[in-house]
């Protein structure tokens, strides 16, 4: 059978996708350490908190990505073993779980920020209000 | 008052992200549409479905970078001072955003690297694999866009 690379690359980057939101939902579930970056010290911290003001989420988009790598590589390595039958079925099926796994973990944050009162920074001295 | 990433472009660089935001919500309602149409009536509108995958993944990755460039300007001068003073519900609206936006990063590459190459009558195959990748990054763009409007209709910069 000739081999199909369009359905080896589907899988290829399903496996991206996968990889990518499984790890948005188990360090954000688990409480992983991420870097976290502090933009009014510019520097970063490693931790699963930081004091002060601090933003996770560029370090949590990077942890997902080398996850995501890593999906890629191992679909890769999947897809070249695969018949074109079943590439297809298994292209099909790794979409449905990009997208369950998308859902999943929006609804996760939307029930951890629901009626969150995170603490305002305080205001500098020489602050106006706009 | 301490100096940010980028502070001083807060605002082109708002106005460049809603642009791409508001583009890749129109192209990502018209590639849903052409992929529907090709799941259920097996027409071919494969060139259609190349074009509005790949203007979807760029402007979805333009937005993001966009928004990654000005966040440090957002988390403190929008957010810490403002918007977990006087609307925590903003802020957490806003919180949603970013995280859709994160989540619908790997959907769209998938789309742009996949949907480029798109032929129907080759690739019958790949039509429900893009049509739910499609519904999932429309589903993100949407959402975003409006909490957007939302947050920022309270606070932009």
């Known amino acids: 059978m000739a081999p199909r690379p369009d359905l080896q690359r589907a899988l290829r980057w399903g496996g991206f996708g996968t990889a990518y939101l499984a790890c948005f939902f188990l360090t954000t579930a688990l409480s992983a350490p991420l870097p976290w970056y502090l933009p009014l010290a510019h520097r970063w911290a490693w931790g699963t908190r930081v004091d002060g003001l601090a933003v996770d989420f560029y370090g949590r988009v990077l942890e997902s990505a080398v996850a995501g790598a890593l999906g890629y590589a191992l679909a890769a390595w999947v897809a070249r073993r695969q018949a074109a039958q079943a590439l297809a079925a298994g292209a099909t099926r790794v979409a449905v779980w990009c997208l369950g796994l998308l859902l999943f973990t929006a609804a996760l944050y939307i029930y951890l920020l629901h009626g969150r009162r995170a603490p305002p920074a305080p205001l500098p001295p020489d602050y106006v209000a706009r | ?157």
């Open chain 2, 1 to 157: 008052m301490p100096g940010l990433f980028l502070e001083g472009a807060a605002k082109p660089l708002l106005v460049f992200h809603a642009l791409a935001a508001f583009a890749g919500v129109g192209s990502c309602t018209h590639l849903v549409l052409v992929c529907l149409r090709v799941a259920g009536r097996g027409t071919d509108p494969s060139r259609l479905v190349r074009v509005y995958a790949q203007v979807v993944g760029a402007t979805f990755a333009a937005a993001f970078a966009l928004g990654l460039c000005m966040y440090p300007h957002y988390r403190y001068q929008v957010r810490g001072l403002y918007l977990d003073r006087y609307a925590p519900w903003a802020s957490n609206l806003f919180d949603v955003k970013e995280i859709l936006a994160g989540l619908g990063l790997p959907l769209s590459m998938a789309l742009f690297f996949v949907g480029r190459r798109f032929d129907a009558r080759e690739q019958p195959e790949l039509t429900p694999y893009l049509t739910i990748l499609a519904c999932g990054v429309w589903s993100v763009v949407v959402a975003a866009a409006v909490s957007g409007l939302l947050v920022t209709s309270v606070r932009g910069v």
